[in-house]
């Protein structure tokens, strides 16, 4: 239920103008609560931030961008993990009609210097222990972006750039965040987010009922999803604002103390991934496991066994969706309404306002049962209505990802006979391992540079935890003994950690003699995904998984 009256579909509307309404309407409300775990984990003080105060830091922040030149149509990159100033300089940067770029701290070189010279940012916010690194990225690409640590005593560097639409005033159509995400070819793709995509992802939230009714200036919604994504940046921060209630954005998911954050935070509403409830059930049951206020968990990807286990020893729903980066909330499916037919992968019944059609290779519509592509578009005039507005220089890409008007989404599902809707695979050549979407090909770039490496491909190989495994297949250039695999495997990963985030470095590495290949030397993705799952747990695969540990 909304606490605003603010008409989101209106032009003018922004993210800041939703916060600066609910501000002057309750500025002694909680806006952010930082439980003694992230506060630990960042250095900094737990406790409330209220309206109000959160509004006074946005406007102090907006005023310093603003003298520093700042202005609509800049891109700003931000690398602040989950901290509250994420928050507060995004929201600043919006009042300027600044989109901000959100930069994950596991990146390192290579990802580094492709998002600055893709995005074209003109400046980045960085924590102190990581200025050295994006600045050596920038020089690598020659760009003119300004890198500036955050907390430092020197004030904001000056825009290098004219504001491009400094002459317009901000609104709905807006660029609002430019988020990237993993593509089935070639590098990440950059989606140009509107603020109207993340009002319609917060008005679609408020308004979903059945199992997710949202109570206006009650609910306190708890997430250790990561804000460069856009389940944590756009579902759980916009309907906090919208409805009047309080975010607890975590830096990460700790399965030991999660409850204890739950509880001391006083929560109501769980973002989860299915890495969370096999985590958590993997515990000792406990007196204490029902001692919260969570009223659902909202999330996608729950293991089809731990869904009716995890319910029944926790107490509340854990309420499957379907979504992508792309479509936001234009698009969302969500088994909010009962029944949910859990442990089934069922993720709802499409609602009135989003139009879909399941279709085999030929782009022909399958019948009640049989898996088919999932496409989707909004109803009426304008198909993309909210949905992201375009991969950043590539419009064929964009126009490809919209062929024949619908939005082609790479997810192959079913439906039965009542119009709900189960997931059964993805199409696309993407791996996602905890929740993070990897790009093969992204990883093979990296990993054929490796002098040892003649050919190379990257598939996911089930994990049980984490969903996906990345698998990297690779041929030598020369002959390799046994003994050695061990050794040239971790030598293979570890160039791989010096390039990429943890996550997508190789968790296995088998040493094939070739890869299948089509007659035209493609690598055949279809019989390279069937071979990765089985090839854990033979002689020449090994197990590196030990090595993929987070980077401080």
């Known amino acids: 239920m909304l606490l605003t009256d603010l008409d989101t579909r209106a032009a003018d509307c922004t993210v800041h103008a939703v916060l600066q309404a609910v501000a002057l309407r309750q500025p002694q409300a909680d806006l952010l609560f930082t439980e003694d775990v992230t506060a630990a984990q960042y250095g900094i003080a737990p406790g409330t931030v209220s309206y109000g105060q959160a509004l006074a830091t946005v406007a102090q922040w907006r005023q310093a961008y603003q003298a520093a030149g700042y202005g609509h149509g800049h891109r700003v990159g931000l690398l602040l993990d989950n901290r509250p100033d994420f928050l507060y300089h995004w929201w600043a940067l919006n009042a300027l009609g600044v989109s901000v770029v959100p930069i994950h701290s596991d990146m390192r070189s290579a990802e580094l210097q492709y998002l600055i010279d893709h995005s074209e940012i003109v400046l980045a916010v960085v924590l102190p222990n990581r200025v050295a690194d994006v600045s050596q990225a920038a020089q690598a690409v020659a760009s003119d972006a300004a890198v500036w640590a955050h907390g430092s005593d020197a004030p904001l560097p000056p825009a290098a750039r004219l504001a491009p639409s400094a002459s317009q005033a901000p609104g709905r159509d807006s660029e609002c965040a430019l988020l990237y995400t993993s593509g089935t070819t070639g590098r990440p793709k950059g989606c140009r987010l509107l603020n109207g995509y993340f009002l319609a992802a917060g008005q679609w939230y408020a308004d979903l009922g059945g199992a997710c009714v949202m109570r206006s200036a009650q609910e306190r919604v708890i997430t250790p999803l ?162 992201f507005a375009g991969y950043l220089k590539d419009a064929q890409a964009t126009d490809e990802a919209w062929a024949g008007g619908w939005f082609h989404t790479g997810d192959l599902v079913q439906r039965d006979a009542k119009g709900l809707l189960y997931f059964v695979d993805r199409k696309k050549n993407v791996i996602r391992r905890s929740g993070e979407n990897i790009s093969a090909v992204e990883v093979e770039s990296v990993l ?46 570890r160039h791989c950690l010096d390039q990429l985030a943890y996550y997508k470095a190789p968790g296995y590495v088998a040493f094939v003699d070739a890869l299948p290949v089509t007659l035209s030397q493609k690598v055949q993705r279809g019989q390279l995904r069937d071979v990765a799952r089985e090839l854990p747990g033979q002689a020449h695969c090994i197990d590196v998984r030990a090595l993929k540990k987070r980077q401080a």
């Open 226 to 387: 990561p804000l460069n994504h856009m389940n944590a940046m756009a579902f759980s921060t916009m309907v906090v604002l919208l409805t009047g209630g309080c975010l607890v954005q975590l830096d990460r998911f700790h399965p030991q103390t999660w409850w204890q954050s739950v509880a001391q935070s006083r929560a109501t509403v769980v973002h989860y991934l299915g890495v969370m409830p096999a985590m958590l059930l993997s515990a000792p049951a406990q007196p204490s496991d029902r001692a919260h206020a969570v009223r659902f968990g909202f999330g996608a990807g729950v293991d089809q066994r731990n869904h009716a286990p995890f319910e029944a020893r926790f107490g509340f729903p854990l309420v499957e969706a379907w979504a992508m980066t792309e479509t936001g909330a234009a698009a969302c499916v969500m088994a909010n309404d009962e029944p949910r037919h859990v442990g089934t992968r069922c993720f709802g019944k499409p609602p009135p306002e989003m139009a879909y059609c399941l279709v085999d290779d030929q782009g022909v519509e399958v019948g009640v049962g049989v898996p088919g592509e999932l496409w989707v578009r909004a109803q009426g005039p304008n198909p993309r209505q909210d949905f």
């Open 448 to 493: 054929a540079q490796h002098p040892a490496v003649k050919a190379c491909a990257i598939a996911a190989t089930p994990d049980a935890v984490r969903g996906d495994e990345v698998l990297a297949c690779v041929v030598t250039r020369e002959a390799l003994p046994a003994a050695q695999r061990a050794a040239l495997a971790q030598d293979l990963v």
